[in-house]
């Protein structure tokens, strides 16, 4: 946006200044300020509420302040959402009863204990929700955070009751899902509570909160417990339909590939398919047709339907290196096993040419050329040599960085 031209529009009988201009775009700056901090001041009604009853009491407007107070009680007990915050909103309105009532007389304030009551509950809430916070953080970065007062709080938890209090009981099941993996009882009442008061929370933290549980079985995946596989795709699902994967109206292309790959590997090929295509248009345009004709692929690849799998890689363009090394893959793996060597022969070419090409793909690079090497190898081994495979098969088993270890094994048997 050329400063000449705006200010010729701004001012149009004005000559050129940039004092002028540089005064008017500050002005500027400072109302866009302004308004974005107001829209999320007012983005939750009871906040100007509560703030409207504490200036009433402060003006020594009793009769107004008891009305716009049991309003503010009201809209606030109205809300689902009763996370943290909810409990700091109710500090907060209890303590302007205990303030009003104390001025009133203080032989007899009201809303002092549950003052408290609800500040101890909203620093629990917040202590078990950092800390939960802090273990995500310290399982992908190596931060060495101080666990202030965490402890004390989760033995506080541990011997009272707060059955009535979704959000302590989520952020301390959470918390302990994180810090004690192994016992898959507070995963199990973590995924109890998520079920039973996802209403309570707002979609951004319900997404964290079911990112959470996702990792969590992903890990016990990995681990060999091939029952969360189920888990894992039901939690997805879960997601999908409260709609909370969505950002600004899209949804990741790295999400809707990480459905479809679970969901393929369940075959749940029926659901697959009709996910894939009504959530096209929910991919980021740049992606989109990528994300929708890798994924469609790679369904057909697995149930196989190798002709439309290998039509649609072959009418691709991939911007997503993620997708066209995968893509390129999964031609590879076509063409071996429908023993089409010319067109084998010509995309290993081509894809070594490509990973030569690209310098920013990091380990994949090794990993891909390792796996073209491998196939080149095999494709020379005579097909009744039993000593050859059988040396081609030790030396695949023993090999580190390669990717499709149990794809030529398998080939090669």
């Given amino acids: 946006m050329d400063r000449h031209y705006i200010f010729s529009k701004i001012f149009p009988k004005a000559t050129f200044d940039e004092k002028k201009i540089g005064y008017a775009q500050s002005f500027l700056m400072t109302e866009i300020k302004e308004y974005l901090a107001y829209q999320e001041y007012s983005e939750n009604e009871i906040r100007p509420q509560i703030n409207f009853t504490r200036n009433l009491r402060k003006r020594g ?6 009305s716009e107070w049991k ?6 007990e109205k809300q689902a959402i009763r996370n943290s915050d909810y409990h700091f909103y109710n500090f907060q309105l209890q303590n302007e009863q205990y303030e009003f009532t104390n001025q009133q007389s203080r032989k007899q304030p009201k809303g002092l204990q549950e003052a408290s009551n609800e500040l101890t509950n909203f620093f629990i809430a917040q202590k078990l929700k950092q800390g939960r916070d802090k273990m995500s953080h310290q399982s992908l970065i190596s931060a060495d955070y101080q666990k202030d007062f965490l402890q004390n709080v989760i033995d506080y938890v541990e011997k009272k009751d707060f059955s009535d209090f979704p959000a302590i009981q989520i952020y301390y099941e959470s918390y302990k899902t994180l810090s004690d993996s192994k016992d898959v009882r507070h995963y199990e009442n973590f995924r109890k509570i998520l079920k039973s008061n996802y209403q309570n929370f707002s979609k951004s933290e319900l997404k964290y909160l079911y990112l959470v549980a996702i990792n969590y079985c992903i890990k016990q995946h990995n681990a ?3 029952e969360f596989k189920r888990e894992l795709f039901e939690l997805y699902k879960e997601g999908i339909e409260l709609d909370i994967f969505l950002t600004n109206g899209f949804l990741s292309r790295f999400t809707y590939k990480n459905m479809v790959s679970i969901g393929i590997n369940l075959r749940e090929f029926e659901w697959i398919e ?3 295509y009504e959530y096209k248009e929910k991919i980021e345009e740049q992606w989109r047709e990528s994300a929708f004709t890798f994924n469609l692929a790679s369904m057909y690849y697995q149930i196989p339907n190798y002709d439309k799998a290998m039509q649609l890689l072959q009418q ?19 063409y071996f096993e429908l023993n089409e060597i010319s067109a084998l022969e010509s995309l290993l070419d081509s894809f070594s040419r490509y990973l030569s090409r690209h310098k920013d793909l990091g380990y994949h690079k090794d990993l891909h050329l390792n796996l073209i090497r491998q196939v080149r190898k095999l494709l020379q081994i005579p097909k009744y040599d039993k000593d050859a495979k059988l040396t081609f098969r030790k030396e695949i088993e023993m090999m580190e960085g390669l990717i499709e270890k149990k794809w030529l094994l398998e080939q090669c048997a």
């Fill in 71 to 76: 309003i503010a009680s009201e809209l606030l």
């Fill in 224 to 226: 060999g417990n091939s």
């Fill in 274 to 276: 009709k996910f894939i």
């Fill in 316 to 334: 691709a363009e991939f911007k997503d290196g993620f997708f066209n090394l995968n893509a390129r893959k999964m031609l590879l793996k076509m």
């Fill in 61 to 66: 407007l009793n009769r107004h302040f008891e």
